[in-house]
């Protein structure tokens, strides 16, 4: 099976100052096609540790995906460390240079006399085109191995990888033999090591297909890499993977297609032709932006308050007063108040409430930071449960939520 190296180039993501969202992009991307990733190099802008940084990412993979460096000012040094590396001259591309002059004529721009080295070429190299940007990309070859220099800028990265050096590696790729198919689940309601116990089984590093989680907000993705000699053979391994895993995880399993919570809550209101009107208070409009994210929600979303003050969830939803005072705004029984207050003045068949303390302050021994209760009004009544998120003030924000929309999913596929 091909592999790849990713190096990205500037001193900007070294000090932090820039994420690098290009590799993780390019590893995607590239485990799509059956080509795995073995190393990410980040090198700074220097020439002489930018050569070496090439030398050995050709020496692990078959394929060398750069990114950064191909501006015009003194700091963009790919093009000459890559030149050093081939041991070629740089030379002019004159087809080149009028390319980019006539980006600048397009803008009405005056080219600065610095963009001229975008035109700068190592001998025996050939440049890949940039439709958005003036920075070419620059394709080479040595010893077998192919390296691909890309603008650092994500969206001209993206475009030109795509469009022209995606395809180049997947005709390679197939080449030599192998083919990946990746399947993701999402699950909501335990923890990473539960499912992992769960599916200790076939966890195995040696197994075909392989396993892996990742996590996020509660939200527990498992990826099925599974490898075959044909596309065929490696879909057919991930498809009995994925039907034997949702079998074992039973509801815990939300999505077998990426789908969000919000997608799939969408997609039970829409088929069962309900309604949903939310009142959210220490989530202060998150849930709300949650659903509201999704194409379509106006068919089933109709309502929703924020009522982070007590008077507003007075005043607006009808919350009596004698209520909140004898347990707190933060109770089982205000929850519910809020719940069944907002079906009843949206006139919907579901509602979603969320009352809590996010934190950091606030807080007391009896009511801790993190104390959520959250009510789902129904058909049948409202149910409300009390919840203790940890994290900071964000992350109890979007555990609140996620927590809210799983709840209502679950109602959904009982009522």
Known sequence: MSQASIIAIGNEILTGHTVNTNAAYLAGKLLSIGVSVVSDHTVGDDINR????????AGEADFVLITGGLGPTEDDLTRQALAKYLDAELRLDSGLLKKIEEMFESRRIPMPANNKLQAYLPSGTSAITNNIGTAAGISAKRQGKSIFVMPGVPYEMKQMFEEFILPQIEK?????????????LNCFGAGESKIAEMLSDIADRKRNPQINYTVNYGVVTIHITARADTLKEAAKLADADAELISKRLGSLVFSTGGQTLAEVVGRLLTAGKKTLAIAE???????????TDIPGASRYFTHGWITYSNNAKITELGVPAELIEKYGAVSEEVASAMANQAKKRAVTNYAIAITGIAGPDGGTAQKPAGLVFIGIAGPAGVETKRFVFTGNRTAIRISASTTALNALRLKLQID
């Open 50 to 57: 930018i050569v070496q940084t090439i030398g050995l990412a």
């Open 281 to 291: 208070s220490c989530t202060g409009g998150l849930l709300g932006s949650m659903i």
């Open 172 to 184: 390679q790729a197939g080449k030599n033999g192998g083919m990946l198919v990746i399947r993701k």
